[in-house]
């Protein structure tokens, strides 16, 4: 059940379809999932969001391409977003995801939950050697 209807022949604008067809050559397939067909309902949304997934997931940067799908996983778990968690699982295992390092990634994850509602709970203040404006450096 969708709360937008999803686009018909989305590609019948020329700003969808140069988006449609950066993504093909860009993942080098002619899959375009649905996020991409219901954002087409707006094509500046659209365009906007490819360009933040390009500079954020595709380009090069300090993180490498697994790290980055692992974290989106993490993050789509935690706001509960189950077809991100399927998308991002999907990608991370192409780039090479393994069993161990996905059960690592949940044991990280729960753990990260268990720890931040503890301290969450306990409402204690920040250690001064966390603070960088409290230790100086």
């Not at 595709?58 to 189950?82: F, G, Q, W």
Request: glycine share 2%.
């Amino acid at each position: 059940m969708s709360a937008l209807k999803k686009s018909e022949n989305p590609e019948n604008n020329p700003r969808v379809k140069a988006v449609f067809d950066d993504i093909r050559a860009t993942r080098k397939t002619n899959f375009i999932n649905h996020l991409w067909h219901y954002l087409a309902f707006n094509p500046e949304l659209l365009e906007q969001t490819w360009r933040e997934v390009k500079a954020v997931m595709i380009a090069d940067s300090a993180l490498d391409p697994l790290v980055k799908e692992m974290i989106y996983i993490a993050v789509s778990a935690t706001n509960a977003c189950a077809y991100c968690v399927h998308s991002h699982t999907a990608a991370a295992r192409a780039k090479g995801m393994t069993d161990d390092q996905h059960a690592d990634l949940l044991r990280v994850m729960a753990l990260a939950a268990k720890t931040n509602q503890i301290a969450n709970a306990l409402q204690m203040p920040i250690d001064t050697a966390f603070d960088a404006d409290q230790r100086g450096s």
